[in-house]
């Protein structure tokens, strides 16, 4: 398994111009806020019944979810699993207060694609392509380069 430092080092190979690092700082929290929500605007189903209270923010897809992404998180670094539960945490919450006044599949969709569209587009002004194009589990650095570097 990778070290997160030779994750960073080889997702920064395609990140280095300055337009393209602005718009990631932008578009890979935005993406994976909207995953959360997309996840959260999920039937909840049996996850329903696993807690014996109502609480909205744990009862959902997106919970359940995040739990392996941040097994992920916590095998790299345990202080990036903390900083990235820190993120997850504020996505959960931030979704719940948008479910209370809009559609969240609708927002969360609509923030997912203007955010992806954001992104090939600095890919295209870097002139190399997304870093999950060569390993899907860039999909998951992203964000934990932005924190880190938020962070730094």
Same mark, same amino acid.
């Given at each position: 398994?990778?070290? *997160?430092?030779q994750w960073f080092s080889e997702y920064a190979v395609s990140h280095q111009n300055k337009t393209n690092q602005a718009i990631h700082y932008i @578009?890979?929290?935005?993406? =994976? =806020?909207?995953?959360?929500?997309l996840l959260m605007s999920m039937p909840a189903g049996f996850l329903k019944g696993l807690i014996p209270r109502d609480?909205?923010?744990?009862?959902?897809?997106a919970s359940f979810f995040l739990i392996f992404v *941040? !097994? =992920?998180y916590f095998r790299?670094? !345990?202080s990036m699993g903390l900083k990235m539960l820190l993120f997850a945490v504020l @996505?959960?919450?931030?979704? &719940?207060?948008i479910s209370l006044v809009f559609p969240l599949? *609708?927002?969360s969709l609509l923030i997912f694609v203007i955010a992806w569209i954001g992104? =090939? &587009?600095?890919?295209?002004?870097?002139?190399?392509k997304p870093s999950f194009l060569k390993d899907i589990q860039f999909l998951l650095i992203g964000p934990a380069w932005i924190v880190h570097k938020i962070f730094k």
């Open positions: 398994m990778r070290s *997160l430092d @578009c890979v929290p935005a993406i =994976f =806020f909207s995953i959360v929500g609480l909205p923010l744990i009862e959902n897809w *941040l !097994v =992920f790299l670094s !345990v @996505c959960l919450v931030g979704n &719940y207060f599949w *609708l927002v992104q =090939f &587009y600095g890919h295209k002004i870097e002139g190399k």
